[in-house]
């Protein structure tokens, strides 16, 4: 048998192989919360096969989703109406996992296929948060947190996860890639902070770590995908693939949390699997 299709066992959790659904934003959602869009959507992928089927990113505060339509997991709500597309999954042989994130100064745009252009709040959008005032391209210029404020958003991504294992989420994956707000903070483009949050790389790396860790309390293995990597592109421009997964080591390293760290492709995230 090709090692594709052989089983996978991560701590408590069993895949029967190895074919997983990445996360893919549907921007479909009202107030967040999945509908029958995301019970097809998700578990269609399920019927087909797949082993695990991880949900679209989902915002951990309504200010984090990258639209106003995008899914969330934000309150007790969310973990109930998120429970039937688990049911779901599981029932048809597939694990389900679900992609925790906030996207920072990206958020508050519209849906792609409207032009996917940032959405100002007489339209419904609003004002974004970042590590700096510094915008993305020609998007507003985000509200640099506080120091107060990045230590609630480590809390929202701990809540989050809890409500992600409440809505029965055997698999929660951090999102701290493709320009959201971790992967703000980790590269000192977007992150020009003189804080404990800001300057050396392990300052930056700080509100990653603390947010997965925080986020990883409820689970028990722990797997990274190359965490931070294009920060690290950022900052060694053609640099040294091997810098990949600089976040994730400390993560392995430092554990009470997880046994190990292991590797995806070029994303970046920390997946924790239930125990
Ligand atoms: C429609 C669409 C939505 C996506 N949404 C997310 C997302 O919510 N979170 C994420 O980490 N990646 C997202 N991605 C990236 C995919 O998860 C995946 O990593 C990417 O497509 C590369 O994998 P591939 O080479 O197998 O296509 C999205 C991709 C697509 C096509």
Redesign the pocket.
């Known amino acids: 048998m090709s090692k594709l299709f052989s089983p996978l066992r991560l701590r408590s959790v069993e895949f029967p192989h190895r074919v997983f659904v990445?996360?893919?934003?549907q921007y479909s959602s009202e107030d967040g919360l999945p509908n029958e869009w995301h019970l097809v959507h998700l578990g269609s992928r399920a019927i087909g096969g797949a082993s695990l089927v991880l949900t679209?990113?989902s915002a951990v505060t309504p200010e984090g989703r990258i639209t106003p339509w995008d899914a969330g997991i934000w309150s007790e709500r969310h973990a109930k109406e998120w429970k039937r597309v688990t049911d779901f999954i599981r029932a048809h042989g597939s694990v389900p996992g679900m992609?925790i994130?906030h996207a920072g100064r990206k958020a508050s745009c519209n849906k792609p296929w409207l032009g996917g252009k940032p959405l100002p709040p007489s339209d419904g959008g609003w004002t974004t948060l970042g590590p700096s005032a510094i915008p993305f391209g020609d998007y507003p210029v985000p509200r640099a947190m506080s120091v107060g404020e990045i230590e609630k958003t480590v809390e929202d991504f701990r809540r989050s996860a809890r409500f992600a294992l409440d809505a029965g989420f055997d698999v929660a994956e951090v999102?701290a890639?493709?320009g959201y707000l971790i992967h703000e903070f980790l590269s000192p483009l977007s992150n020009q902070r003189t804080d404990a949050y800001g300057g050396s790389l392990e300052n930056r790396m700080r509100f990653g770590l603390a947010a997965a860790i925080m986020a990883g309390i409820f689970y028990d293995f722990q797997y990274s995908q190359d965490f931070g990597s294009s920060a690290v592109y950022d900052e060694y421009q053609g640099g040294d693939l091997h810098r990949q997964g600089y976040l994730g080591q400390p993560l392995g390293a430092g554990r009470q949390i997880s046994s190990g760290v292991w590797r995806r492709d070029f994303?970046n995230?920390v997946v924790f699997a239930k125990e």
Do not use: I, K, L, V
């Open positions: 990445s996360p893919m934003c679209e990113a992609q994130a999102h890639a493709h994303q995230g």
